[in-house]
Structures are given as C-alpha cells and as structure tokens.
C-alpha cells in the first residue's frame, strides 16, 4: 500500500513538471510580457525595463525556468497585483470558503443521487426512471450561473427562504477557529452561527450540485444495470438470500466501483461550477478570488490558482485510486 | 419499452440476413431509438433556425427602437407588444430578432470550437497511435497534463491571455479544453487497430505506412472519437457561456448570443425574468439535443449493443 502511494505520488512528479513549464510558457506570452502585464496601467519603458531586469527577464530561458521552478517550489507565487499581498496567503485565507461548499454540494450529490440512480435503475423503463433520466440530462444541460441566479431570485429574493449572498450574516457574531464557518459554530457551540451559516450554504450548495448529481446519478443508474444483470445476482437471489442481502453485498458494492471514479472526476467540475457558483453568491471563495484575477488580469494569482488547482486535481485522483482497493477487494494496487 | 416476442424475432431475423457493415446497422438502431430522433429533430431545428435567422428576425441585432427605449427605465423593460413578439431587450433592441440571430452565432461559436479541437485532437492521436514509442509517450504526457486541468479553468487560463476578450479567444480556449480528450480516446482505438488482423494483413502486403494508417487504421478508429465530438458540441456551449458570464467572452455589446444574452440578462432577473429565459431555454434544448444524439451515438456504434 505505502509503496503504491509512494510510487504514484513520484509518477505525479512528470505532470507536475510539464505543467508548471506550460504554466511558464503560459507567462511568458502574455500580452507584451510578463512586466507590462504585471505593471498594467503603471507601465512604461523604464519600468518594463527595470522590472524585466529584477524579474530576471534579461536571463537566458532556461535560468529563467529554474528561477520559476525554486521559486514555486518554495511557495513564493508573487503578490497579487489587485490587493498587492502575497498570494498564498489569500488562496490560504479562502480555501475554507471553497472546501465548505464544495463540500456541501458533493454530499447533496452523493446522498441523492446514489439512491436515485439505484432506484431508477430498479424500474428501468418505467415513468420513474425515464423522469430521471430526462432529469438528469436537462441538469447537465443547464449553465450553472443560471441556475445560481434563478435559485437566488426564485427562493431568496421572492420567498425569503434563503439569505441572498454571502457565508454569514454580517450581525451574526462568530468567532472565526478554522475558517469553516459551519464548523466554527459547533466548535465554539454558537448554534445561531452555526445554523446562520448552514442556511446561507444552502442555494449555493444546490446550484453547485446539479451537474455532479446528475452524472452520479447516471453513472450508478448504469453501473446497476450492469451488475443487475450479472450471473452472481441471478445465483444470488436463486439461493434464495434476502433482497435486502442483495442489494447491499452484491449489487450496490459491485455498482459503486464506477461510481467513486465519477466522484474523485466530480472534483475537477466542482472547482469550475465553484468559480461561477461563487461569482453569483459573492461567496469569497478561490473562485471569487479567480473571477477577481480574470476581470483585473491578475496574472501572479492567476498563475498560482491554475498549479494549486491541477495539484489538487492530480491529488484527489490518486485518493480515488486508492479508495478502489478499499470497495474492491480485488483490486490489487501495484 | 417492453418488447415484444414478435419484433425480437424479427431482429434475430433481421441480423441474420447477414453482410450489414457496422455503419448501417448503427443507422438502422439510431432510427428506431426515440432518443435519437429527439434529439436530431432538436439539433435539426436549430441549424435550419440558424442557417435562416436573418429571414426569420424582424430586425436586426443592434438595431434599436425609440418606441421601446422611451418606455425603458431603471425598473421597467417594456414587455411584448405590436412589433416586438418577445418585447424589448435592456437597451431597447427587439428581443424576439435577437434571441433568433444568437441561434447563428451561439452554433457557430460552439461548432468551431468543436471542430478545430477535433482536427487537432486527430492530428495528435493519430500520429501517437500510429507512431507509438517516445513520440507517443511525449504527446500523451502532454495530454495527460491538459486533463490534470479542470476543464473551465483551462478555459479561463487560455481566454484570460488575451488582451481583449473576442469571439475568437473564446473559440480558441474551448476548442483547447476538446483537443486531450479527441486525442486520447483517438489513439487508444488506434493501438487497439493495429494489432487488428486487417491492419496487419494490409501492412504485410506491401501497404504503405501512411496508407495503411490513413485508409486502414484511421477510418476504423475514428468511431468513439466523433461520438464524443457530438457530446463535446453540448459543452462547448455550455462553456463558452460561461466564459461570456466571467467577462471572458465577445464585449461587443452589438452581437447576439445566448451565452452572453444570459451573462448580461443577471442584471435584470427581478426586473424581466424573460431576458433571461429565453436565452437559458435555448441553451438548454440545444445542449440537451447534441447530449441526446451523442449519446444514442454511441450507444448505436457499441460493438456490444449489437444483437
């Protein structure tokens, strides 16, 4: 097991590489180059000269790539040019934010529809299931920002449900531990922080969903159908094992295999939907911080957004890989 | 869908009357899937929407009418009436001629993104499947990079490069996000054709290399690949939406298009839900219609869906 991690924690390494030399390239094209991107309005000659001589522009390429290299190893992605703080530590202070949401919507994904996909699966070709089915295809269909803005409009602007925007209400006094603002409250036991902020996750949460649920709940639905129609559930139920037996043992754990893949790829569309969630819930997460970058073209914190983003990504993965020897036993990891 | 004996006998029957080629018969399955036909009919009404708007619209898309923009205040957008189907747009434009024109440009955004992600997405696959050794290791590393990359933020990266957002930076970054997965599904189907029997026949007798690859391999190969192209059509709009709704997209205000209809209609949901509405439908019926066919697609051309 530890050797497995350990050897695919070293494959990451060559991505990781190429990666960072794309976002390298990726720099160095900017419009006018890396200085006048970095000076925006404030540039001119002598500044882009000078700052082309501090950033090391005037080096050869490759010293330049090696620079960049020790330089992101150790953390250092410059400072943003909107707030001119270090970049890590605004990724570090909005991180919470993002885990808190996301969260949120994978649980409401994987809670729902893992049941639904297995129900629909049951009554194949019954209304219920080609309802969700139908479902599940308008889902994927639908723009994420809409449905934030049509969730909003709809069940906090017109019913006052839900809080508009926002993670807490600003008359709420919370005492801020670990940046979870849900989590915060139970640990401090203020439940009206707690409560306040667990009713202003909700839309957000909902919006984000969508299009994870609907490919869980396609993948299961498929993946059950699969394993339904297998020889060992015939035998199974044959032998005359309690339904409830079943279902369990044999046809969910067998049907989850596929489904967690989908799960740990969700990850990756989660951090998407995030940056267009949060835009419409002001949400002051990283994808607050990444629609800031992209309207001011803050390209030092553009640039460390895109490295953490992939690294999470590759990571995430690499959790997903090993989850299977968990639900499969018979996937040996080598 | 329950079958009945009698067809079932009749599509034993049918496979039978041997010597269909694997195109035909995925023809012959797509006609009877009721999904296919939705979808196509949905994907068809589109293009013919497209290829008329400027007979069908009114008016034009930039066009503005002091009828409605002397009813426009901060509050109030004038709603349908004489002339103007779908009412007026937040700058006084008609609204119904603007909703039909974007049919042209929102297909032409998302097909040529599509399209030029593909012919890229082909090249590489091709010259990795075919080539095999470093060139492929190399070409797949690189590929494997792009899909470490959730596909909106490679997106974002690659539009947040130009100076100022057009329709052209919004093409190029969606077809970007296509061209690791054409060319990755492209070159697994070409490995698996060249240990093929037909591949291996053509190559012993004397077929040159870009032949056999060109007219043996590829043709064979290429099947998942425009399936996917199909589902990728979908979400090429979807995102190229969303770059719209993120400032990324075409800033002339004059152009019509769902994506950034729906981007700059947020402003005004509680004033005139419609602006919205229109353009959300729209995105969603076409995005639900290329899913459709997509996947009966590849359902059809399932070697294990024959029967």
Known sequence: MLRFVLRRLVQVIPTLLLLSLLVFAWLRSLPGGPASAFLGDRATPQRIAELNRILGLDQPVLVQYWRFLVRVASGDFGTSTITGEPVLAEIGRALPATIELSLAALVIA???????????????????????????????????????????????????????????????????????????????????????????????????????????????????????????????????????????????????????????????????????????????????????????????RLQALLLLGALVYVLVNLLVDLSYAIIDPRVRLS | MTVTWAQRRKARLDDLSAGRSLTSEAFRRLRREPAAIAGAVIVGLFVVVAALAPLIAPHGAAETFPQLQENLRPGAIPGPQDGFPLGSDQLGRDFFSRVILAAQQTLLVGVLATLIGLVVGIVIGTVAGAFGGWVDTLLMRITDVLLAIPSLLLAISVAALAASPSQTTVIIAVAIVGVPIFARLLRGSMLAQRESDHVVAATSLGVKRSAVVLRHMLPN??????????????????DAAALSFLGLGDADPARAEWGLMLAQAQTYLDVRPALAFYPAAAIIVVALGFTLLGESLREAIDPKGRR
């Open chain 1, 110 to 300: 994987v809670v729902l529809g893992i049941p639904l996909g297995y129900v629909a699966a049951q009554y194949r070709g019954r209304p219920l299931d080609v309802t969700t089915v139908i479902g599940t295809l308008i889902g994927v269909a639908v723009p994420v920002f809409f449905l934030g803005y049509l969730l909003k409009s709809v069940f906090a602007v017109q019913l006052g449900w839900f809080p508009p925007s926002g993670r807490q209400a600003v008359d709420v006094d919370a005492t801020n531990v670990t940046g979870f603002a849900v989590l915060d409250g139970f640990l401090t036991q203020e439940w009206d922080a707690s409560l306040d902020a667990l009713s202003h996750l909700v839309l957000p949460a909902v919006a984000l969903a969508t299009i994870p649920l609907a490919v869980i709940v396609r993948i299961t639905r498929a993946s059950v159908l699969d394993v339904l129609g297998s020889d060992f559930v015939r035998t199974a139920n044959s032998k005359g094992l309690s339904p409830s037996t079943v279902r369990g043992r044999h046809v969910l754990r067998n049907a989850l295999l596929p489904v967690s893949t989908t799960i740990g790829l969700q990850v990756g569309l989660l951090l998407a939907g995030a940056v267009l969630t949060e835009k419409v819930f002001v949400w002051g997460g990283i994808g607050t911080l990444l629609a800031g970058a992209i309207e001011q073209r803050d390209y030092p």
């Open chain 2, 221 to 238: 190969a290429i099947g998942p690949v425009i399936v996917q192209a199909t589902l990728t059509l979908a979400t090429s709009i979807l």
